[in-house]
């Protein structure tokens, strides 16, 4: 049978990474120190040590209980923190022993040893590490008590990393596209209460690089109204009523037209062009050419412009940006062109009335038309509509064979309605609208303002002044051929009317 003291005794191994820091001395390493002097002062014979750059500690372990069930124990102590993995190194330190023959006076030394290492194992429980050596992702203390907390501030630091490369990638990526308004600054300050202060100074620096980036579209200033074309007809009867059309931009800010000295009424206007009514003017005004002058709301002048034709299709495309080249409010490819001019002529038909009632106002033609004594003035005034042009019809006319006329041929009132159910021949104006009424037209008086017409006369004249329109009239019952309307109502009271002839 063997005895304990038969078999070898097995060393401790213990692994030891290189010791940055020295280890404070604990109990247990000093009863084992004790330990090893002892047996070394007995006469035992220890086996050389494989040592490293950390000391290598070989304790001795109780003989087996049995030879069967050896027992092997391994303990791995606590390694201080190193700065790589790569640094570790391993020891591995065995010491077999020949352990001599029993002898009677070893036993009791052998009991004893036993005993110290079972004192040994109770006190000194065998250790071990968990986690990994810098676990960065636990938040615990090296065994040298330093570094408390360095897993929460590197679990900070990596969030803050993460958060800012984040927000670089962003900001390149539309930083040229997100305009610096209070919305972005919003987010900024909402998104800095989750990071760190270096991220926060880092995104706002590149928050700022971006706004100065950023495209900002160039802020065109308005040409303003202007005139691009010619007019639609360049003369017209000096009567007036002829609408003339003219192209351009911005032609709805025009809000008064002119020709020559006659302002002129506007009857519809959009971005592109305008219309306007010719006034009636004096006869004497026919045949002179006469400038047509527009202004603005503030009462600046409408410039006449002409479009140069593009050199190229990029000088076309630059063209059409409505961008001011400093001079007189004209765009791009555009300069200054002549005043637009206006004639007046003569109407043959308005021409052919006047010459009958400047003929006939003082010698009636009696040898044509019958004559009515003291009231014959609606007579007259359908006469010379006949010299003008008009045909007869069933509700307006005369028969010189059998003598028949309608009433409205004679009669002031009757006229008057004739001429309201006749749209296409005739418009009817007050005195408000006095303005529009033209050479040729047909002008009746309410002496007693009773609804009756009592006078027809021919509008002969019509002058436009500082203060407002001057008509005068020419017929007979009233034989003149140039009547200020004005002094007509002044020396017979009543009111006036007027129906515009087409």
């Not at 390149?172 to 926060?200: C, K």
């Not at 003035?377 to 064979?401: E, H, K, P, T, V």
Request: aromatic residues 6%.
């Amino acid at each position: 049978m063997l005895n304990p003291s038969d078999l070898p005794v097995l060393r401790r191994a213990t692994f030891r990474a290189p010791v940055l820091e020295t280890e404070p001395d604990h109990d247990a390493s000093k009863r084992r120190r004790r330990s090893r002097s002892k047996r070394s002062s007995g006469g035992r014979t220890t086996a050389p040590t494989l040592e490293s750059t950390a000391e290598s500690e070989i304790d001795a372990v109780a003989p087996l209980e049995s030879a069967a069930e050896p027992e092997f124990v391994v303990e791995v102590e606590p390694v201080a923190e190193v700065e790589s993995a790569a640094e570790f190194e391993f020891e591995l330190a065995s010491e077999p022993e020949s352990v001599p023959e029993a002898e009677a006076g070893d036993a009791s030394e052998a009991e004893a040893a036993t005993e110290a290492t079972a004192e040994q194992r109770g006190s000194h429980v065998p250790r071990h590490r968990a986690e990994r050596v810098r676990n960065r992702r636990a938040a615990s203390v090296n065994p040298s008590g330093k570094g408390a907390g360095k897993g929460a501030g590197v679990a900070a630091r990596r969030t803050a990393a993460f958060g800012t490369a984040a927000a670089f990638i962003g900001l390149s990526a539309f930083g040229a596209l997100i305009p610096a308004d209070a919305e972005t600054a919003d987010t900024v300050a909402q998104s800095s209460s989750e990071l760190s202060s270096d991220s926060i100074a880092t995104i706002t620096e590149a928050t700022k690089a971006a706004t100065k980036d950023s495209i900002t579209p160039a802020v065109v200033a308005d040409p303003g109204p202007a005139i691009t074309s010619g007019l639609s007809t360049a003369a017209a009867p000096f009567t007036g009523g002829a609408q003339v059309t003219v192209q351009g931009r911005a032609l709805d800010e025009v809000a008064s037209v002119a020709v020559g000295a006659t302002p002129a009424t506007i009857v519809a206007a959009d971005d592109t062009q305008i219309t306007f009514q010719v006034p009636a003017v004096a006869q004497a005004s026919t045949g002179a050419a006469v400038d047509i002058t527009m202004t603005d709301a503030e009462g600046d002048p409408v410039d006449v412009v002409t479009t140069e034709a593009p050199a190229s299709s990029v000088a076309g495309l630059i063209s059409e940006v409505a961008a001011i080249d400093g001079k007189d409010g004209q765009a791009v490819g555009e300069k200054a062109a002549d005043p637009l001019t206006f004639t007046y002529t003569s109407d043959p038909g308005i021409d052919a009335q006047l010459a009958y009632v400047a003929t006939y106002w003082s010698s009636y033609n009696s040898a044509q038309y019958p004559v009515f004594s003291g009231v014959d003035c609606a007579n007259f005034a359908s006469q010379s509509l006949i010299a003008r042009g008009w045909a007869m019809d069933g509700g307006w006319f005369y028969d010189g064979s059998t003598g028949t006329m309608s009433s409205s041929w004679s009669s002031s009132t009757a006229l008057r309605d004739y001429l309201l159910s006749q749209p296409a021949r005739a418009t009817a104006l007050d005195d408000s609208q006095r303005a529009q009424v033209k050479v040729g037209d047909i002008a009746q008086f309410d002496w007693d303002n009773s609804g009756d017409r009592d006078h027809t006369a021919v509008v002969t004249r019509v002058e436009q002044t500082d203060a407002g329109t001057k008509v005068w009239v020419g017929g007979h019952t009233k034989d003149i051929d140039y009547w200020d309307v004005d002094e007509a109502l002044a020396s017979g009271g009543g009111s006036v009317t007027y129906f515009s002839i087409h």
